[in-house]
């Protein structure tokens, strides 16, 4: 896998149009990110158009609900040929075996490879203090995505997103075949925004990271080619 193959950008605009745009401006790009607000506003036509194009799909849904309504959510979203897509861990044990199974189930029914289903440890907008205070939940922040991280591979899935700060220990606890997904990456050159624990590309990667979602460095950058092409160089 290339350098750029590990960079996942979000399609984090209103509407198709925008998002066809996007596209269109930067075809370097391998991988791709669909989720709430173009989801809600196309729906999936654009899954198609990113599959037309030979596009990978990260469909970042965050799936979180009861077992059999987010086994049917799963098994509806695994048809459209996507690669990876979210769910909460904190769905628990049975929701999450129930969504890997009927993933799996309709994916094969249909002759499509199987997508990865990847859960959600911590958004990574909470901070510590949000966690202990806003959520009352007892643990550390790194004990807490790591246990989500765990729960999700005991469930069966395929990997977890996180943020960079914890990948290096998710890693080492959960092997080398376990997928880690980090948003909450930013160079050294953009803004942080409102992602609470970050870090650069490169210490992502060398802690562990599989993919990185890089959003707003390039998609708002003035120049977004040359921000994407920038990121890549100091990866390689």
Known sequence: MSVSDC???PLDVPSELEAIALIEKLPQVTFWKVGLELFVSSGPSIL???ND????IFLDLKFHD???????????AARYGVDLITI??????????HAQS???TSAEQAGLPVPKLIAITLLTSISSRSLAFELKIPLELPEYALHMALLAQASGLS????????VAQLRQSCGDDFTLVCPGVRPTWAEVGDQKRVMTPA??????????????????ADDPVRAFDRICEELS
């Open 7 to 9: 960079i996942i950008v």
């Open 48 to 50: 198609k158009i990113l």
């Open 53 to 56: 194009r030979q596009k990978r």
């Open 66 to 76: 009861i077992p059999n309504t987010i086994a049917g959510a799963c098994a509806a």
């Open 88 to 97: 909460h861990a904190t769905c628990g044990k049975e929701g999450l075996q």
């Open 102 to 104: 009927a993933m799996q």
């Open 159 to 166: 990997g977890a997103v996180c943020s960079p700060q914890e």
């Open 203 to 220: 210490a992502a990667l060398k802690a562990g990271a599989n993919y990185l979602v890089v959003g707003r460095p390039i998609t708002a």
